[in-house]
T-cell receptor, first 111, second 117 residues
């Protein structure tokens, strides 16, 4: 059974810092991995999707890496801004089209 | 280009009543997924449907819960005889084809917050 863990559970940083969010998963036989952002009371916004054959994906200030063999992914956020404050979720797709989610990292970027 | 639409956004029911949650996938998407987010817990998969077919319902509670995705109209998640423990946020996602094995992310709606009195 796939298990996804995100560390840290919460993070508070001053504006402008570069930061790294971590995601680990127990079953490396994944099809893809997605990073999402969730704002309070809102749904999930897909940030990046990394297919199993890829090592990283970039979108603006975000860069996500994937190391399937070690069961790890990181989300790097450059030059953080207060608008980046949200919960960031990592989810893996093993098979059968279900996503298995981590518990999330609650990020607070202080002005 | 409207995203995944869920309604209602908030639903209040008394114990024993029925709750119906609706989800209209993005235009051109024929695959629908339902997830539940219990308070202080992560999102958990419930069911995966294509038009008129339930493909995987391994995450659905065995009793009181059902889902459908008819040929016409939205997908419906139905909870009969609700109990306090059903209070949660229910999210629907859609994709144009199977998300497994491809580069098609699941797109999520804003969810329905169900509160049981």
């Amino acid at each position: 059974k796939q298990e996804v863990t995100q560390i840290p559970a919460a993070l508070s940083v001053p504006e402008g810092e570069n930061l790294v969010l971590n995601c680990s998963f127990t079953d490396s036989a994944i099809y893809n991995l997605q990073w999402f952002r969730q704002d309070p009371g809102k749904g999930l916004t897909s940030l990046l999707l990394i297919q199993s054959s890829q090592r990283e994906q970039t979108s603006g200030r975000l860069n996500a890496s994937l190391d399937k063999s070690s069961g790890r992914s990181t989300l790097y956020i450059a030059a953080s801004q207060p608008g980046d404050s949200a919960t960031y979720l990592c989810a893996v797709d093993n098979a059968g089209n279900m996503l298995t989610f981590g518990g999330g990292t609650r990020l607070m970027v202080k002005p | 280009n409207a995203g995944v639409m869920q309604n209602p956004r908030h639903l209040v029911r008394r114990r024993g009543q029925e709750a119906r949650l609706r989800c209209s996938p993005m235009k051109g998407h024929s695959h629908v997924y339902w997830y539940r987010q219990l308070p202080e817990e992560g999102l958990k998969f419930m069911v995966y449907l294509q038009k008129e077919n339930i493909i995987d319902e391994s995450g659905m509670p065995k009793e009181r819960f059902s889902a459908e995705f008819p040929k016409e109209g939205p997908s419906i998640l139905r909870i009969q005889q609700v109990v306090r423990g059903d209070s949660a946020a229910y999210f629907c996602a859609s994709s144009p084809v199977s998300s497994t094995g491809g580069n098609q992310p699941q797109h999520f709606g804003d969810g329905t917050r169900l509160s049981i009195l």
